[in-house]
């Protein structure tokens, strides 16, 4: 099955610096890969996603990147801000559809320093 | 708004007891949900898919017996804790795709499961 190895567990930036998460894949046939962010006791909330036919895609100052011959994807924030401070899981599913659970990271602990 | 609803929230139960958590999809029906397991600290993993009007499918490691799931209708799929232990004591959540062909996931608000 699908393993995904996220990167790093925990990320301290300054407030207005930009942050980035690394997150690499095992299994080829994956080509949807979200990201998530949570909030201590809340539900995990969709920020973006991306596709396997897409390399970049960008969403005000989120982007994502994925490189599928190396298999890897990596989610970018930039002029991070307080509220920016969570908890972030990227994911993978091996077939599209939706007729598949997701595979998780472990997650990264992002703390926004002001 | 929400698209997807969990209860309880919160549950407290001792050790032997058996405990249902409901998700219910707000917006649409929905043939296939999911069912997440999170231990504090921890990532969410995958237990099973439940399919409307079949059995669900587990992961491996998930035992069918303990973690019982229902989907009897379009809008809820149930898990059952069978005989909650102290090491069942996790936030569940559910979840549901965005409509046929969509890739979207979207979760419930979990539920924290503490077992005395």
């Known amino acids: 099955g699908e393993n995904v190895e996220q990167h790093p567990s925990t990320l301290s930036v300054q407030e207005g610096d930009s942050a980035v998460i690394k997150c690499t894949y095992s299994?080829?046939?994956?080509?949807?890969f979200p990201w998530y962010k949570q909030e201590l006791g809340k539900r995990p909330q969709l920020i973006i996603d991306i596709r396997s036919n897409v390399g970049e895609k960008k969403d005000q100052r989120i982007a994502v990147t994925l490189n599928k011959t190396a298999k890897h994807f990596s989610l970018h924030i930039t002029e991070t801000q307080p509220e920016d401070s969570a908890v972030y899981f990227c994911?993978?599913?091996?077939?599209?559809?939706?007729?598949?659970?997701?595979?998780f990271g472990k997650g990264t602990h992002l703390i926004i320093q002001p | 708004g929400a698209v997807v609803s969990q209860h309880p929230s919160r549950v407290i139960c001792k050790s032997g007891t058996s405990v249902k958590i409901e998700c219910r999809s707000l917006?649409?029906?929905?043939?296939?949900m999911f069912w997440y397991r999170q231990f504090p600290k921890q990532s969410l993993m995958l237990m099973a898919t439940?399919?409307?009007?079949?059995?669900?499918?587990?992961e491996q490691g998930v035992e069918k017996d303990k973690f019982l799931i229902n989907h009897a209708s379009l809008t809820l799929s149930t898990l059952t804790v069978t005989s909650a232990h102290p090491e069942d004591s996790s936030f569940y959540i559910c979840?549901?795709?965005?409509?046929?062909?969509?890739?979207?996931?979207?979760f419930g608000p979990g539920t924290r499961l503490t077992v005395l």
């Open positions: 994911a993978a599913r091996e077939s599209g559809g939706g007729a598949d659970g997701l595979t």
């Open positions: 979840s549901r795709g965005l409509g046929a062909g969509s890739d979207t996931q979207y």
């Open positions: 917006d649409f029906q929905a043939t296939t």
């Open positions: 299994d080829s046939a994956s080509n949807y």
């Open positions: 439940s399919n409307e009007g079949s059995k669900a499918t587990y």
